[in-house]
């Protein structure tokens, strides 16, 4: 007998011709989902052709043989005497654990996995809305091992009722010792935790590794469910039929109570003949494929410690599925699979799909396929390293160049203060209801404040001056003590409405603050380099951060005060919920702004954009497309005079005109600066879309975009860590 490979293009293999739902291409040597390109044991395939030759295909049961071939099977090989009493029926293994879910365990219930783990698992538990724990592995090098203490302290802290164990392990390729599970075991009897014994890698077996059944280790029977199935030892996972082991009279009364509600309990024909065929007589052809994927591994090992040797290989003790580590190259998945699909073609499954982004720098690579394959993967890669590194040597160069230009032009220039961001978020929040500043909007409780500093540090800023309320001092600190206080100097400053010129009486009733101008100079004495100033209810966007960091690195008052802002597009800006307020600029042909014209109320009717003077009386058309000010602007220094000078007669103005709720803008200010010809202001823009908080149902928007930015890699899952 001898192994033959198969090309599986146009064979409806999910591995081949799926690949373009996974990936958005069919182009790529896949090395994900754990099946085999060889061709099945002639065993199987005489006894599917015999079947389908001379068998009617009426109502069919399972055929003694398929217990009796299983049961030697799992004796001869594995130690464990199975009764056929025991075997239950599941198509797939995921089936199985999906259904032991909800026979198990109530939704809200805990279930814990030790992680990076099989992402179906993952899965079983989230789709049927239970608390998924995970419990990471302890990793040293490629080596992992079980922390016991917290996979206890774990199930206590949350009334875990189910362990969902990979044993072997997919996908850092462990087998587990006797020890190792029966402490694990000992954990989950003292605290009344169900197990499901995911044993469908058990027949790969490497060196002197031996898989252990949970089973044969102690009396687990109350509380454990074994699954297994041929599929992944022979290659026959359209067939179909998996194998649940529950020597408990109970548990299994209650796993068949459980199929006949969901009227699921036994398999088609052909499942039991292929799986019954493969333990009768498929031993041989186990044993070439076995050969195949070892020399698949040491090959890989060798190559990559020869060419890539900063890339971490696993040390494949049980499983095909080889954990790859590229942390010494990539942080995140985007960089990941950026470098495996798009420079070097090859599909694996990616670490972050095992359990989070903390896994990002790995992958998972099938080594069930023809060594030609692999060689081709194995090239690929070491070539896409040498290339991406001598691209990298280049842009660190340029990069240099570019630091040394800086330094000198600083040189000419010492005393250049660097760009600081200063944050407003002293509003009261008014219409959204409660402190909208420190609303946790991020999948890890991030507020709209850290991405902005997030992306306001990636862009250089080193120093941000936040503007708030006494009053929100300890949580507003507290926030920023547990993510950006990390990466960067966080100043404060406090708004106060009572710090207004002497003599000016504040009117009875008014609680509002005296507005964005008012806000700034509350940072009157900490402010002394050029500066940025942004609203914390707002998302920018990391492009707008990046320009006006650049621009401000550069600005110099001249003759008239050199300042900037970033404009959007106005469509780009709005709420779905209501009006919003927009300062509308228009520029002149140098890109200067002319004037900001400052619409209180604007918003979408209909299909038009339009504004409003006179409380919806008559509306004004505001072409798509037209820039508009989100209240991201760049000073100098010199504007903490301009303000000074201008606030006692701006609060004057109020005092007349709307003393409770007229407000001291930014953009008035900005724009009579420029009326006087005493600042140019240069408009920069931003094509992104603008998200914020104005409304409460802003709010759900907000956590999607976020949401969504994370998953396209433009965040790391936890922003500061
Ligand atoms: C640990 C583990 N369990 C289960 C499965 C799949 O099981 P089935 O195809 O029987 O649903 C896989 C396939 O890769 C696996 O690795």
Same mark, same amino acid.
């Given at each position: 007998?001898? =192994?033959?490979?198969?090309?599986?293009?146009?064979?409806?293999?999910?591995?081949?011709?799926?690949?373009?739902?996974?990936?958005?291409?069919?182009?790529?040597?896949?090395l994900?989902?754990?099946?085999?390109d060889?061709e099945?044991a002639?065993?199987?395939?005489?006894?599917?052709?015999?079947?389908?030759k001379?068998?009617?295909?009426?109502y069919?049961?399972p055929?003694?043989?398929?217990?009796d071939?299983?049961?030697?099977?799992?004796?001869?090989?594995?130690?464990?005497?199975?009764k056929?009493e025991?075997?239950?029926?599941?198509?797939?293994?995921?089936?199985?654990?999906?259904?032991?879910?909800?026979?198990?365990t109530?939704p809200g219930d805990?279930?814990?996995?030790?992680?990076p783990?099989?992402?179906?698992m993952?899965?079983?538990?989230?789709d049927?809305?239970?608390?998924?724990?995970?419990?990471?592995?302890?990793?040293?090098?490629?080596?992992?091992?079980?922390?016991f203490e917290?996979?206890?302290?774990?199930?206590?802290e949350n009334g875990?009722?189910?362990?969902i164990?990979?044993?072997?392990?997919n996908?850092?390729?462990r087998?587990?010792?006797a020890?190792?599970?029966?402490k694990?075991?000992e954990?989950c009897?003292?605290?009344g935790?169900?197990?499901?014994?995911?044993e469908?890698?058990?027949?790969?077996?490497?060196?002197?590794h031996k898989?252990?059944?949970t089973?044969?280790?102690g009396?687990?029977?109350s509380?454990l469910?074994t699954?297994t199935?041929?599929?992944?030892?022979?290659n026959i996972?359209?067939?179909?039929?998996?194998?649940?082991i529950?020597?408990?009279?109970?548990?299994r009364?209650?796993?068949k109570?459980?199929q006949?509600?969901?009227?699921?309990?036994?398999?088609?024909a052909f499942?039991y003949v292929?799986a019954?065929?493969?333990?009768?007589?498929g031993r041989?052809?186990?044993?070439?494929v076995k050969?195949?994927?070892?020399?698949n591994y040491?090959?890989?090992?060798?190559q990559?410690?020869?060419?890539a040797?900063e890339?971490?290989v696993?040390?494949?003790?049980?499983t095909? =599925?080889l954990?790859?580590?590229?942390?010494k190259?990539?942080q995140?998945?985007?960089?990941?699979?950026?470098?495996c699909?798009n420079?070097?073609?090859?599909?694996f499954?990616?670490?972050?799909?095992?359990?989070g982004d903390?896994?990002?720098?790995?992958?998972r690579m099938n080594?069930?396929?023809?060594r030609?394959n692999?060689?081709e993967?194995?090239?690929k890669?070491a070539d896409?390293?040498t290339?991406m590194?001598?691209e990298?040597?280049?842009?660190?160069r340029?990069e240099?160049e570019?630091?040394a230009?800086?330094?000198?032009s600083?040189k000419?220039?010492?005393?250049r203060?660097k760009?600081?961001l200063?944050?407003?978020?002293?509003?009261?929040?008014?219409?959204?209801?409660?402190l909208?500043q420190?609303? &946790?909007i991020?999948?890890n409780?991030?507020?709209?404040?850290?991405?902005? =500093?997030?992306?306001?540090?990636?862009?250089g800023?080193?120093?941000?001056?936040?503007?708030?309320?006494k009053?929100?001092?300890?949580?507003?600190?507290a926030?920023?003590?547990?993510g950006?206080?990390k990466h960067?100097?966080?100043?404060y400053a406090?708004?106060?409405m009572?710090d207004?010129?002497?003599?000016i &009486?504040?009117?009875?009733?008014?609680v509002?603050?005296w507005?964005?101008?008012?806000?700034?100079?509350?940072a009157?004495?900490?402010?002394?380099?050029?500066?940025?100033?942004v609203?914390?209810d707002?998302?920018?966007g990391?492009g707008?951060?990046?320009?006006i960091y650049?621009y401000?690195?550069h600005?110099?008052?001249?003759?008239k005060?050199d300042?900037?802002?970033?404009?959007?597009?106005?469509?780009n800006?709005?709420?779905e919920?209501?009006?919003?307020?927009?300062? +509308?600029c228009?520029? $002149?042909?140098?890109g200067h =702004?002319?004037k900001?014209?400052?619409?209180?109320?604007?918003q979408?009717?209909?299909d038009k954009i339009?504004?409003?003077e006179?409380d919806g009386?008559?509306?004004t $058309?505001?072409?798509?497309?037209t820039?508009v000010?989100?209240?991201l602007?760049g000073f100098?220094?010199?504007i903490?005079?301009?303000?000074?000078a201008r606030l006692?007669?701006n609060?004057?103005?109020i005092?007349?005109?709307?003393?409770l709720?007229?407000?001291?803008?930014?953009?008035?200010?900005?724009s009579?600066?420029? &009326?006087?010809?005493?600042?140019? +202001?240069? +408009?920069?823009?931003?094509?992104?879309?603008?998200?914020g908080v104005?409304?409460?149902e802003?709010? &759900?928007?907000?956590?999607?975009?976020?949401?969504?930015?994370?998953?396209?890699?433009?965040?790391?899952?936890?922003?500061?860590d």
């Amino acid at each position: 007998m001898s =192994l033959k490979y198969i090309d599986r293009r146009g064979m409806d293999s999910v591995k081949w011709d799926g690949m373009w739902s996974k990936y958005g291409s069919d182009e790529l040597l896949p090395l994900w989902i754990a099946d085999m390109d060889f061709e099945c044991a002639d065993c199987i395939r005489d006894a599917l052709s015999d079947y389908a030759k001379n068998v009617p295909l009426g109502y069919a049961m399972p055929p003694d043989d398929y217990y009796d071939a299983f049961i030697e099977w799992e004796s001869k090989y594995h130690g464990y005497d199975v009764k056929r009493e025991w075997i239950c029926f599941s198509p797939g293994v995921v089936s199985g654990f999906y259904w032991s879910v909800l026979m198990l365990t109530k939704p809200g219930d805990g279930v814990i996995t030790l992680t990076p783990v099989y992402y179906p698992m993952l899965n079983a538990v989230k789709d049927n809305d239970r608390k998924l724990i995970m419990c990471d592995l302890v990793r040293s090098g490629m080596d992992y091992s079980i922390d016991f203490e917290r996979f206890e302290q774990d199930i206590v802290e949350n009334g875990v009722k189910l362990f969902i164990f990979c044993s072997p392990a997919n996908p850092v390729g462990r087998i587990w010792t006797a020890e190792e599970i029966k402490k694990l075991m000992e954990i989950c009897e003292k605290h009344g935790v169900y197990v499901v014994s995911d044993e469908i890698h058990q027949d790969f077996e490497w060196e002197d590794h031996k898989h252990i059944p949970t089973a044969t280790l102690g009396d687990y029977d109350s509380f454990l469910i074994t699954m297994t199935s041929a599929s992944k030892s022979f290659n026959i996972a359209a067939a179909q039929n998996s194998i649940i082991i529950i020597p408990d009279d109970e548990l299994r009364a209650r796993y068949k109570d459980f199929q006949n509600r969901i009227h699921v309990s036994s398999g088609n024909a052909f499942g039991y003949v292929a799986a019954a065929a493969a333990y009768r007589k498929g031993r041989e052809w186990l044993e070439e494929v076995k050969a195949q994927i070892w020399s698949n591994y040491e090959y890989v090992k060798a190559q990559l410690a020869e060419r890539a040797p900063e890339i971490e290989v696993g040390s494949l003790q049980g499983t095909y =599925l080889l954990w790859l580590g590229l942390n010494k190259y990539f942080q995140t998945q985007e960089e990941v699979s950026d470098f495996c699909e798009n420079r070097c073609g090859l599909a694996f499954d990616y670490g972050s799909w095992f359990g989070g982004d903390r896994f990002a720098p790995f992958v998972r690579m099938n080594l069930s396929t023809s060594r030609e394959n692999i060689e081709e993967a194995v090239n690929k890669m070491a070539d896409g390293l040498t290339a991406m590194e001598a691209e990298r040597a280049e842009a660190a160069r340029l990069e240099a160049e570019a630091a040394a230009a800086a330094a000198e032009s600083e040189k000419a220039d010492p005393d250049r203060k660097k760009p600081v961001l200063v944050i407003m978020a002293a509003g009261m929040g008014s219409r959204y209801g409660g402190l909208k500043q420190i609303d &946790q909007i991020g999948s890890n409780g991030e507020i709209i404040i850290d991405f902005t =500093l997030y992306d306001a540090w990636k862009a250089g800023f080193e120093t941000a001056i936040c503007i708030i309320k006494k009053e929100i001092e300890e949580d507003f600190k507290a926030l920023m003590e547990r993510g950006a206080a990390k990466h960067m100097n966080i100043l404060y400053a406090y708004q106060d409405m009572t710090d207004i010129p002497a003599g000016i &009486q504040i009117p009875e009733g008014r609680v509002k603050p005296w507005g964005t101008g008012h806000a700034i100079l509350a940072a009157r004495n900490i402010i002394d380099a050029p500066f940025a100033v942004v609203n914390a209810d707002d998302y920018y966007g990391p492009g707008a951060f990046k320009t006006i960091y650049d621009y401000l690195s550069h600005a110099k008052d001249g003759d008239k005060y050199d300042y900037c802002m970033v404009a959007y597009q106005v469509e780009n800006t709005l709420s779905e919920h209501g009006s919003v307020a927009r300062g +509308v600029c228009t520029m $002149d042909d140098q890109g200067h =702004l002319k004037k900001i014209d400052e619409r209180t109320k604007i918003q979408w009717n209909g299909d038009k954009i339009q504004f409003t003077e006179d409380d919806g009386a008559s509306w004004t $058309d505001v072409p798509v497309g037209t820039p508009v000010s989100m209240n991201l602007f760049g000073f100098t220094p010199s504007i903490i005079t301009e303000l000074k000078a201008r606030l006692p007669e701006n609060i004057y103005r109020i005092l007349r005109e709307n003393p409770l709720k007229g407000e001291f803008y930014i953009p008035i200010v900005t724009s009579e600066l420029i &009326q006087e010809g005493k600042a140019d +202001v240069k +408009v920069l823009h931003s094509p992104d879309k603008w998200y914020g908080v104005t409304y409460k149902e802003d709010r &759900q928007l907000v956590v999607d975009a976020m949401l969504n930015k994370k998953k396209e890699g433009i965040y790391p899952d936890r922003l500061w860590d």
